[in-house]
């Protein structure tokens, strides 16, 4: 499991592996607010929908000697942005379709996106569907059953998750990281180790709005 130690630079030990990881999903579900939340631990009840999309890294350390750097594209979910969607699921590694536990279209959206994944993007991705706001029991509309069914019918990881609450967040990318192949050295297990961050770093030196903001 990863901690959520703030950052402490340059410690890597052994392999550091890398890959490129999209979040895709109907506007509002939570996208950005799950990324908030593994990078930064950080929640905002008030969060401004994405423009475009935007990029932040973070490692996570697997086992003593085994570290996997997420570079995380973070799309935005409104309909007039769904045409740039390819250009960050192209070579992406691995994919987060999230959807709203209390939002049944948005579920039905996040089978879109997975339908289109598993069509275009490149064969060996790893797949996982969150259903996010599960502290919105009260509110819930999707059934865990059903949900869970077409996840296993699909071959796709499946976590119910809350960024609000903290809850199955680092398990989400943990259990990604542990399907990811040790195939992709990154820079620093080459000798370059400048900006990475061990142990649930933050790699700010690469947080980024693809449209040159800060997010
Ligand atoms: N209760 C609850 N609210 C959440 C949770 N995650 C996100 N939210 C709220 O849902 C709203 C939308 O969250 P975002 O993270 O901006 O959603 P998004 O999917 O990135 O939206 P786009 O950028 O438009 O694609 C915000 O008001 C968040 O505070 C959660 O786990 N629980």
Redesign the pocket.
Known sequence: MASRQPQQQNQAQGKVYQFKLV?L?????????????FVKDH?????????GAAFLARSVQLEDDVTVKFEIW?????ER?KSLAPMYYRNANCAVV?Y?ITQPSSLEKAKAWVNELQRQADPNIVIALAG?????EARRAVPTQTAKEYAEESGLLFFE?????D?NVTKLFDEIAKLMPRDQLADSSRGRNKGLNVRGGVDLDHQANANGCAC
């Not at 996010?132 to 919105?136: F, P």
């Open positions: 979040l999903g109907e506007s509002a579900v939570g996208k950005s607010s799950l990324v908030m939340r929640f905002d009840e008030y969060r401004e929908s994405t423009i973070d799309t935005a979910g409104q942005y999230v709203d996010n706001k599960s502290d919105l998750t809350s960024a609000k609450t809850t």
